[in-house]
C-alpha cells in the first residue's frame, strides 16, 4: 500500500530535497507541496494525504495553526491526515503544542533521510513518533514548567484505567515501544496493543503522541523518570 504525503515548507531547497528522497521509495507517493501552512491546508483538503509534513514556523500561517485545522477540522470536512512536524531544537514550545493538538510527532530538520523515510512510515502506520529522546525531553521540559495545581483535572481523567493500563501508560510515556512494555510485564506484544488501544480508547485520546503528554501533565509520570519497572 502506497503512503501518499505532501509536504508544507516555506523553504523551496527544503521542499525538493525531501520530496526527491520521498519519492524515490516505492511504497511513498508524494502528492504535492505547499509554501505555507494556509496552502498546506488547502493542499490536504484537495488531495486527502495520508500524513503531512508540516514545517513549524511559516509566514502567513505557521505549521501550528495549520496542524490545528487539520487535525481538528470544521463539520462537513471528515479527513484528518497524520501530522509529522519538521522542526530545530529552539521551537520546543511550538512542538509540544502541536502535539497536544494531535499531531503524531516530530522530526529534526537536520535528520538523516533514513530517519526522515522511517517517520513517514511509522506515522502513516498510526503510531507516534516518539523514540528520540529528544521528543521526551521536549515533553519532560515543558511538563516541568507547569505548576503543580495545573495537573489536578488531567490527573481526573485516569481514574477509569485499570491498574494494568496505568502501568502500560506509564510505560508510553517513558518512550517505551509496544516490545519493551511486553518484556516488562512479562505479556504477549498483542496484549500490550489492546491495552493501548483500550488506554487511547478511554481517554479519548488520538495516538501515543496525546498519550504520553496528558501522562506527563497529569502527574503520573514525572520529568526525568527513568528506570526498567514500574513504580
Not at 507517493?29 to 500524513?51: F, I, K
Not at 525531553?137 to 490527573?155: E, T
Amino acid at each position: 500500500m502506497t503512503t501518499r504525503v505532501i509536504i508544507v515548507d516555506d523553504q523551496a531547497m527544503v521542499r525538493a530535497g525531501f520530496a526527491a528522497l520521498l519519492a524515490a521509495q516505492s511504497d511513498i507517493d508524494v502528492v504535492g507541496e505547499a509554501p505555507d501552512g494556509a496552502q498546506g491546508v488547502a493542499l490536504s483538503r484537495r488531495t486527502h494525504p495520508d500524513v503531512v509534513l508540516m514545517d513549524v514556523r511559516m509566514p502567513e500561517m505557521d505549521g501550528l495553526e495549520a496542524a490545528r485545522r487539520l487535525l481538528t477540522p470544521p463539520p462537513g470536512v471528515t479527513h484528518r491526515p497524520r501530522v509529522l512536524m519538521l522542526t530545530t531544537f529552539d521551537v520546543d514550545d511550538y512542538v509540544y503544542e502541536a502535539l497536544r493538538a494531535g499531531a503524531s510527532g516530530f522530526l529534526l530538520k537536520d535528520a538523516p533521510p533514513a530517519d526522515l523515510i522511517a517517520a513517514v512510515r511509522v506515522v502513516a502506520a498510526g503510531e507516534a513518533l516518539l523514540a528520540p529522546s529528544v521528543t521526551r525531553r521536549l515533553i519532560a521540559d515543558f511538563a516541568r514548567q507547569r505548576p503543580a495545581a495545573a495537573r489536578g483535572k488531567p490527573a481526573l481523567r485516569l481514574k477509569g484505567l485499570t491498574e494494568r493500563e496505568t502501568e502500560v501508560l506509564t510505560l508510553v510515556a517513558r518512550g517505551r515501544s509496544n516490545t519493551e512494555i511486553a518484556e516488562i510485564l512479562v505479556l504477549a506484544e498483542q496484549t500490550v496493543k489492546t491495552h493501548v488501544s483500550r488506554v487511547l480508547t478511554k481517554l479519548h485520546l488520538r495516538d501515543r503522541a496525546q498519550a504520553v503528554v496528558l501522562a506527563y501533565e497529569s502527574g503520573l509520570v514525572s520529568p526525568g523518570e527513568q528506570g526498567e519497572s514500574v513504580p
